[in-house]
Each structure stands twice: as C-alpha cells, then as structure tokens.
T-cell receptor, first 111, second 111 residues
Framework: DADVTQTPRNRITKTGKRIMLECSQT?????MYWYRQDPGLGLRLIYY???????NKGEISDGYSVSRQAQAKFSLSLESAIPNQTALYFC??????????FGQGTRLTVV | QKEVEQNSGPLSVPEGAIASLNCTYS??????FFWYRQYSGKSPELIMS????GDKEDGRFTAQLNKASQYVSLLIRDSQPSDSATYLC???????????FGSGTQLTVLP
C-alpha cells in the first residue's frame, strides 16, 4: 500500500458542484500539503497544515477549503467547482527532514 | 518575480552527456533546497537535497548551491534515456513552513 493515498484518482464533475479530494498517510508525518499542477506552471501550493489546529493558506487558496480531520487525513474541497480548477492535484507529507512524499495524484476535470 | 525560477526547457542532451539544470530563488533566508524528478503522469520523487553552500554528489547526480548568488543547480553526468523527465527545484522558505516549487525543466536524453 502507498504511504500517501489520494482518492479519487480521477474525477469529472460539473461546474458549480461541490467536490472533496481526500488524502491519507501512514508515514506519521505532521506536515501535509495540497498542490495543484498545471502544464508549464509546476506545483502551486493551495493549503498546508502542520497539525490538526495549524492550517495555512498557500499561494492559490481562493476557491478551495481544507479540513485536517486527524494527523493522517487532510481533505481538499472545492465548494463550487469551475472549469479553471481542472488540474492534477497532489497531496504531500513531510516530517522534520523536510523531504516531501507525494500521493499518486487526482486528475480533476470540471466541465 | 516568482519565488523559484527555472528554465522550462525543453532541454535535450545526447546520451552520455552532462545535463545541467538551473534554478534561482528570491528568498534570501531559504535554507533547504531540493531537486525532484517527475516522470510523465507520475508523482514527483526526491532525488537530491542540499542545505549548505558547495557541491553535494550522489552517484551521477551533483547538486550545487550558491546562497550568495541565490541559485541551485543539478548536474546529471552520463545522462541516460531513463533520466528523461521533468525536474523540479524546490525550497523550504525562511519560515521553514512552505515548500515551494519551481515550474520545472523538461529534460530529454536522446539515445
């Protein structure tokens, strides 16, 4: 089993729908991140969390919200999806060594 | 100015040559720097980390850091077709909280 698991792996949704992407990890790390990746733009940070009570906005948080349900779980929500949120989404975790471990990614298409 | 800048490429080198990838950054207090490799459709994976000025070698890979000039580079010696991927530069900012990525350089090693 993967150390960082994202669900779903692929999702097509309609404009205006609410959608949640889930991430769970078995590495015991405190730090968790959500990134989106678009062609030519690299990985852009949406939100990050250092523990259940420490959640912070990243570079592109507008239109997104997160929930850290437990040390091992960090969910990303799109309250009202729009087409320009079509992207590849990655969850990542890191410990004190700062190396980030990534999930397999969620390919989201908003039509 | 973006916090982490990379030439997007594409960069093509013949098999056996040295591939040189460069990255500049704007946050002078950044302390930790990373190179990730991402194959098409896959998650990024860490290949090198560097924390102090100078060179760090690991097999065919050498990371170079110059904090005064605010750049970090990655050299790949004896490049192989299997090295063909996108290489992402990343840094842990001065607050040691946000892991920020560049847009990536696409490398193709020609057989």
């Amino acid at each position: 089993d993967a150390d960082v698991t994202q669900t779903p792996r692929n999702r097509i949704t309609k404009t205006g729908k609410r959608i949640m992407l889930e991430c769970s990890q078995t590495k015991g790390h405190d730090r968790m991140y959500w990134y989106r990746q678009d062609p030519g733009l690299g990985l852009r940070l949406i939100y990050y969390s250092f523990d259940v009570k420490d959640i912070n906005k990243g570079e592109i948080s507008d239109g997104y919200s997160v929930s850290r349900q437990a040390q091992a779980k960090f969910s990303l929500s799109l309250e009202s999806a729009i087409p320009n949120q079509t992207a590849l989404y990655f969850c990542a975790t890191s410990g004190t060594g700062a190396e980030a471990f990534f999930g397999q990614g969620t390919r989201l298409t908003v039509v | 100015q973006k916090e982490v800048e990379q030439n997007s490429g594409p960069l093509s080198v013949p098999e056996g040559a040295i591939a040189s990838l460069n990255c500049t950054y704007s946050d002078r207090v950044s302390q930790s720097f990373f190179w990730y490799r991402q194959y098409s459709g896959k998650s990024p994976e860490l290949i090198m980390s560097i924390y102090s000025n100078g060179d760090k070698e690991d097999g065919r890979f050498t990371a170079q850091l110059n904090k005064a000039s605010q750049y970090v580079s990655l050299l790949i010696r004896d490049s192989q077709p299997s090295d063909s991927a996108t290489y992402l530069c990343a840094l842990l900012g001065g607050s040691a909280r946000q892991l920020t990525f560049g847009s990536g350089t696409q490398l193709t090693v020609l057989p």
